[in-house]
Each structure stands twice: as structure tokens, then as C-alpha cells.
């Protein structure tokens, strides 16, 4: 291995010679331009000082420590309230169900329910969190592609809204379970449409396999088969996009009427909206980023599909599809996750520790949050602010990385920021659609979860504790219990 | 968006047409070879059941459930063992500091501290963690990028053996919180050795960067500079690769006696020696198994540097250096993580949905594990056994895949088995690094983890209950209070 040292150290000083040579020209490619605040409602006070609502972020820390996830109260109901508004002369909206998986913080469903969505669950625990959420069952959908017997029996038992089933060889399963409780299971199945890669999901319209498991369906005596559920195969950003994706569905439903004369009575179209200010980050982006310490792009936001126009497009071809029929249209499913929440929610932290200037030019802040906390940002454009913004000039190419002791825990391989120390703090938008499901408890515990909204913070998930790492330590448990009478250290 | 519809499904036609013609030849390169069940200490009984020390791995699920962490206790102390002693004729060994960043599961590092190993932490938590542990003081190694003062506070305070340092602009910070607290800071400075990428950790020799910040921390009035720490940038799987890192390092010592007058007490030499049955998958790789089913090749286990030659390597260098120079060698440290725990450690996990075979003649089976609890198998070969190998013929390949709802939980692209049915069960090899500080809650709770030794299977951690994954609910918080003096739900 060693052996090709000598020849390595000099294609090793190629690529520098390379690299001098090309960064300015990158660098001057397309400057940063942020993201106005107000896309989050922020606003910032005569001291430089960000503001949600009319109060310092920074002013979280003190009771809540840093990082800390904070929750846009009325952002979060204002988009529930667009996705569950009936579009003008429309007979019906959308049913919605918020998607559990997402972003499970107890306090963050609450509300959402209160909004009057249902619940989209892919898990047992998912399941039972639904149910001591208070979610009645015939608002909860269950998805999911690993469930076992056991998993089944609950939903079926609980009379969920709607089960669906992932594969053929589920069906089998689901009536046989179904035939144990002495039940009928509500069912939909997951198809995937032509021209998409479905992987372990669904089975695939343009092989015959749907067609073939809503036949094997019908024959079994213990479902009833209401539905057909499908994911569009990437983010939907684009209207063009929603109408190929409805339109095929509506050609499938079609041919189940036709064939197997089954009249579908809910269309679950599931989620993949995007979160209009985020977008992934081509591996281009990441390697200039990573190189040459190039700034990302934001994504073009007001080119995303909305919201609005995300309902307006499933509701209108949906109707009129069944009324040129004669027919009453399916109920209309959406389960959205990311479009829903991503941009409720931001994370704040703090820099840990800066260090100089290295031969590219490139400072380094070691933040203390990284991938531990925030592991979509390996691969997706977040805008970045800072917590305080000094007047006048003076802004510094900073490379932005986290606290565990791991190269690849890196936020922002090139960010503009003003001239940073130690304890200052940054907030990181749009951290609502996976940040909190990804977290690990990697070499630090993880943040708590506070809502701001009309009135004071509100505590949704406290800071977790160095304790509560070790609850689950058996030989610990003993040794607890041996303090707590009066023994041991 | 969709007017590129039909050049695409043409591109995607002759996508498949070529991958039809390539399959057939890339499947036969080299069929996989499983590494002999020995390596692991494992067997099969007459029932073909895996055993590891006489006892039936799958009888394990019904106690602890699935999936389930298994830990090799024998292994454990046998590499901890490795890694202390000494090599014969050698007036030292190496002092042996456990990195709990790999494994932070408290059951595994107490049997580690009880064979005589320290602690090499890299957070606040994994200090208060040690300290919790009863580990003496100096027998700690405080390292981490993003320290706060708070953090260096508690480490001096607590008197640990060696503060790392990590950038020249930590030193100044260290010195400041020492003369708060009327105490002097044992502290070693990271050093990134020549030819290497430190990234956020250390200080460059080949600039001049690390000899720069040993003399300006040799002014700090409260720091007792004794060590001199780097890592190699990347895994050492060969006798070559840590020859030349020893050496490089003995260089720079030589360089602060010669330069700085500096005697340099202790030499910490990280961790970073392979786990010789896993390696990382190439890009490459990872494309053939995706696109072509094409099985995993194990590391050629025979020729990756054993723990022993390791050891041999690092000793015999640095005390034949310092006999030369008619010196006492410095005390030699080092942070083992992968290579200590690494094949300790098992990840035992069931079969949850098998479905049919796909156009490209792969089944797929859907585990109740994924990468919310085996993230590092994105890029890592993992030996796999069924924990029931039936007699006879039959196998199929299967892509494996995990429970949670995104197409990206892939553990296995490709793997032949015996033929799968929901309930069985299955064995990951080397879960022992990185497994469980990387795990997440994402839809399902975390996996308890047992230890098998001498007698009966010992519970380390028992598994999480969704009530844990609800216990910093706030609002839940005041719910359960209700509930226990008679109200609520």
C-alpha cells in the first residue's frame, strides 16, 4: 500500500495545482443570495438580533440549551389549514393525514389533529402513538412495508381507517388475520405507477402485478378493498408532474372498475410534496461546495408547487374525471410529511469553536450540532441564518462543521457568515421533515422541541438528559435502586 | 417536467436492454463466499441452528425480542487482552483507552474497564458517562472537536489523564478556563501527520501549523504540554501504512525536542485499525449490486493487520527510536474502537415480508431491521447468516431490505439464503462499531442489547418501550401525572 505513495503525492500535487487554478473562477460562478427572512416570518430587531413573532431566538437558550428545535405554531396551522381548504366550487377537498414518520413530536401531532388532520402511520409504535394521541381509528391510516402478524392484528383490531397493503403476499397474510379476530380488515393496496421504480413498495401497474393483486384481493373473504394507494416516485415540485402522476391513477382506478368491476372509494395519493425552500443538492453542488468551497444556490421557491395548487390539482381532474362518468368521485387521501412540516420548524445552535484560516482560504466553525441532529443536510439546501447580524462589512467563508468526532459530520462545506466566536448562534431553517426521526444520541443527547406561538414558549420534548442515555442500562437500573436506599455511589 | 416523458422511457428501454445483456456475465464474476462461521466462534447444531457458545441464537427473541444486539463477552475481553499485552522482550506496552464514541453501551465498556482498559471520550457526555462508570480519572483521554468552555471546564476540573487539544485556537481557551479554576491542564495538541487531510481536526505538520501551536501552547502558563496526538487519516489495515504513520510522528517528536526542547511524554496514536472482516464497499460495488444483484466480496481477512501486529508494530518502532536517541520512550497511547469492539458484536434481526420475485429474478424480503439500526451497512461489507440454515438445496437471492418507509433502507442489495419466510431469522456479523451511536427511533423503537458469556444471556440495555420514546413529551409528561393520581386516559 505504501508502495504507491510517491505516485500519489504527485497526483496529489496536480489536483492542488488544478484546484488553485480553478477556485476563483468557481467561487465567482454565483454568489450567495439568502432567502428573504420573511419567507419564515423572521424579522430582526434595531440590535441585529433574528426574531420570530416579535422574540429573540437567541433568548431560547438560557432555558432550553442549545441546540433546540423551535416550532412555527401558526405557520404549522396555517399550512394544515391550506391542505385541508376545499378549492373554490370544489364538492370536496382533500381527507389529510399527517405523516407520523416525518416528524414525530407528540406536540407538533397534537396541533395538526386539533387542525383536524388525521394520522398516517407506517409503524406499531407509530400506531399506538396515534391512539394515545387521541386519533380517532377511523382517521388513522396504516402503511408500512415490515409490518408482522402481530402489527396487522392491532390495526385490523383497532378498526383503523385504512390498511395498506404493501405486497400481494400481504393480502394473504391480512385475511388470515383478519379471519383469526373474526374481522374484515379496510384495505387499500400499493401500486406503483408505469414508469416508476417502485423498490420493496407497492406492486407495479405496468407489469399487470397491481391488476393481479386487486383480483387476488377481491377473492379474499375477510377484506374489504376500498382503496388504492400510491407515492409519486420522487419530490413533486411541479404541476406537470401531479397531473401525469393523477392521471395515471385515474387510468388504473378505470381499469379496476372495467376489469375486476371493483368501484375504488378512496384514491390515497400519499405525500412527496415538496417543502418549496429546500431542494437536494446535486453531488456537482456538494463536490464544487466540498472543492472549491463554493456557496449553494436556494432552490427557486416561487416555481415550487404550492400548496394550494397541489389540492387544486388533485381535487379538480378528480372530479371532473367521475363526473364525466356520472359517478360520485373517491374520498381523496394526501398524506403529506415534508410539505406539511419542513418549513414549520427551525434548529438553532451555536458555535463550539473556530479555528484559522487554512490554506484555502477557508475558516472553519465546529458547531454543536451536526449530522447527529440534522442528517438531511448531508444532501439538501437549508438556508442558514445567523442569530446576530453585526452592522457593517466583514463577512468571512466559513466551513460549518458538527461536534462528533467524524470528518463526514459537515453542515455547510462553504457558507458567508459575519465573523463568528465561540457561543454564537446560527438558526438552520427548515428542519421540520426529518430531522428529529434522524437524530441520534452520537457522542451527545439530543435537543429538546419548543413552540413558539401567540404566547410564551412552550415546551413540546425537554432537552434529553445524560440520564436519561443511561435509563435503559440494566446493571444501572440496579445500581439506582440501591442509591435510592440509601447504598452505593 | 413531463415533455421529456418519452425520451426518457426510450433511454430507460435501453437502459434495461443493456442491463439485460450484462446481468447474466456480472453474476458470475465471483460467486460469494461466506468467511467460515469459526471466525465468529459461532457453529450449527444438528438442526443447522446457530449457536455461539452452545447457546441457540434465535431462542434469544423470545425474552428480548427483534431485532436484538448480541455481544460476544469471550471476543471482548480476547481483543481487549490483544490490545495490552505485551510484545515479548518489549519493556512496554500500550496504554489502551476504549473509545466510547464506537459502542457507548455501559454493560460492554465495563467489562472493557474491568480488563483494564481507560476511557478515550469525546463529549461532555461521554466524560460524565466515564466518570459514572467509576473509570479513575487519570485513566481518561478527553478529546472532541466542539468543546465549550463549560466542557473543558469539567474535564481539567475533573483532572483527567490527557486533554487533546484540537486547533491552536483551543489552546488559549484551555489556558484561560485552567486559570479560572487555579489548576494547571494536562493537555496533549492534534497533529494532522504529512500527506494527510485533517479536515476540523488538528494541526498540520507539513505546514509548520503543529510546531507553530506546541510553541505558542509552551507559553500558556496553565498548561502542562505532555502529548503529542494524531489519528491516521483512514482505516490501517496493513503493517506498511502504520510504519510509515509511526514514523512520520516519531519525526515531528524529534522536531519539538530539536526545535522547541520539548520531551514529549506521551504519544497518542488514535485508533483507526480495521475490523479485519468488514471493509468498505466501493461505489463501484454498491452500483453492481444494485443494478445487477451482484453479491459482496469479504475482505481478504488473512492479510488485514491483526490487533497483535498492531500492537507489535507501534512498540517495537517507538522503543527502538528512543534507544537510539538513549532515552526513555514517551508512554504510548492508543483509542481503539473498531478493531476492539467491531466483531464483538452481533445485530440479530426476523423477517417481517417476502415478496415476489421481480422482473430482474430478485426476491425481496423486508427485516425488521434497516438502517435505523445498522447505518454504517450503507457502505460496509457485513457477513450475514441465516440463524436456521435448513439441509438441502434451494437457495434464492434476495435484496434485504429494512421496515422504514424510504426506498434508501437497504441492507443487503444482494444476498442468496435459503428461502426466506416471515419469522426467520437472521444474523448481521460486526455490529460492534457504530451500530448503536448511530441508531435512530425513526418509526421503531431501539433494539435491547444482551451479552452472552459463561452463563445465562445478561441483559446490557433493555430494549426501548414506545412509553420511553414519549417520555420528554411535555404535555405527556403532565397526562401520566394525571393518570397516576386516577385521571386522564
Not at 394521541?133 to 409490518?147: C, D, K, S, T
Not at 421504480?197 to 405496468?206: C, H, K, L, S, T
Not at 387544486?312 to 359517478?327: D, M, N, S, W
Request: hydrophobic fraction near 40%; charge should be neutral; glycine fraction near 10%.
Amino acid at each position: 500500500m505504501s508502495a504507491g505513495a510517491p505516485r500519489a503525492s504527485w497526483s496529489r500535487a496536480a489536483r492542488t495545482l488544478v484546484k488553485r487554478a480553478l477556485e476563483g473562477v468557481v467561487r465567482g460562478w454565483t454568489p450567495r443570495v439568502d432567502l428573504p427572512l420573511s419567507t419564515w416570518r423572521l424579522t430582526r430587531d434595531a440590535d441585529g438580533a433574528l426574531e420570530l413573532g416579535g422574540r429573540r431566538l437567541d433568548g431560547l437558550f438560557a432555558q432550553w440549551g442549545s441546540p433546540l428545535y423551535v416550532v412555527d405554531e401558526m405557520r404549522l396551522r396555517e399550512n394544515a389549514a391550506r391542505f385541508t381548504a376545499r378549492p373554490e366550487g370544489a364538492a370536496h377537498g382533500c381527507e389529510v393525514f399527517a405523516s407520523y414518520k416525518t416528524n414525530p413530536v407528540p406536540g407538533v401531532l397534537r396541533t395538526l389533529h386539533e387542525c383536524g388532520l388525521g394520522a398516517e402511520v407506517t409503524s406499531a409504535w407509530e400506531l399506538w402513538l396515534a391512539r394515545r394521541l387521541g386519533v380517532a381509528p377511523e382517521r388513522i391510516i396504516f402503511n408500512g412495508p415490515a409490518r408482522t402478524d402481530e402489527a396487522l392484528a392491532e390495526g385490523i383490531a383497532s378498526n383503523v381507517g385504512l390498511i395498506n397493503l404493501n405486497t400481494r403476499s400481504e393480502l394473504v397474510r391480512a385475511d388470515r388475520v383478519a379471519r383469526q379476530l373474526g374481522r374484515r380488515a379496510r384495505v387499500g393496496l400499493r401500486v406503483v405507477p408505469p414508469g416508476g421504480a417502485g423498490g420493496q413498495f407497492g406492486e407495479r401497474i405496468d407489469t399487470g402485478a397491481a391488476l393481479e393483486a386487486f383480483r387476488e384481493a377481491l377473492q379474499q373473504p375477510h377484506l374489504d378493498v376500498l382503496g388504492v394507494h400510491a407515492h409519486y416516485n420522487g419530490r413533486i415540485d411541479s404541476a406537470p408532474q401531479l397531473s401525469q402522476f393523477v392521471g395515471a391513477l385515474l387510468t388504473f382506478v378505470d381499469e379496476l372498475q372495467a376489469r375486476l368491476g371493483l368501484r375504488v372509494q378512496i384514491l390515497d395519493v400519499g405525500g412527496n410534496l415538496a417543502c418549496p425552500t429546500v431542494h437536494t443538492l446535486s453531488r456537482r453542488d456538494l463536490r464544487l461546495a466540498q472543492t472549491f468551497a463554493r456557496e449553494p444556490t436556494p432552490p427557486p421557491v416561487d416555481e415550487v408547487l404550492s400548496i394550494d395548487g397541489y389540492v387544486e390539482g388533485l381535487v379538480r381532474p378528480v372530479e371532473a374525471h367521475f363526473a364525466a362518468l356520472g359517478q360520485p368521485p373517491p374520498r381523496l387521501f394526501v398524506e403529506p410529511g415534508r410539505a406539511l412540516m419542513g418549513n414549520t420548524q427551525m434548529l438553532l445552535c451555536r458555535v463550539a469553536s473556530v479555528r484559522d484560516v487554512d490554506e484555502a482560504g477557508v475558516r472553519w466553525a465546529i458547531l454543536d450540532a451536526g449530522i447527529n441532529v440534522a442528517e438531511p443536510m448531508t444532501s439538501e439546501f437549508h438556508q442558514l441564518f445567523a442569530l446576530v447580524e453585526p452592522r457593517g462589512p466583514g463577512r468571512q467563508l466559513y466551513r460549518l462543521t458538527g461536534p462528533t468526532c467524524t470528518q463526514a459530520d459537515c453542515l455547510y462545506p462553504a457558507w458567508r457568515l459575519p465573523k463568528l466566536r465561540p457561543g454564537d448562534g446560527l438558526a438552520i431553517m427548515d428542519a421540520g421533515a426529518y430531522f428529529v426521526p434522524s437524530s441520534t444520541c452520537f457522542s451527545h443527547a439530543r435537543p429538546g422541541v419548543v413552540a413558539l406561538g401567540d404566547g410564551a414558549p412552550r415546551p413540546l420534548l425537554r432537552p434529553e438528559t445524560f440520564e436519561d442515555l443511561v435509563s435503559r442500562d440494566e446493571p444501572g437500573a440496579v445500581l439506582r435502586a440501591l442509591h435510592a436506599v440509601g447504598g452505593g455511589p
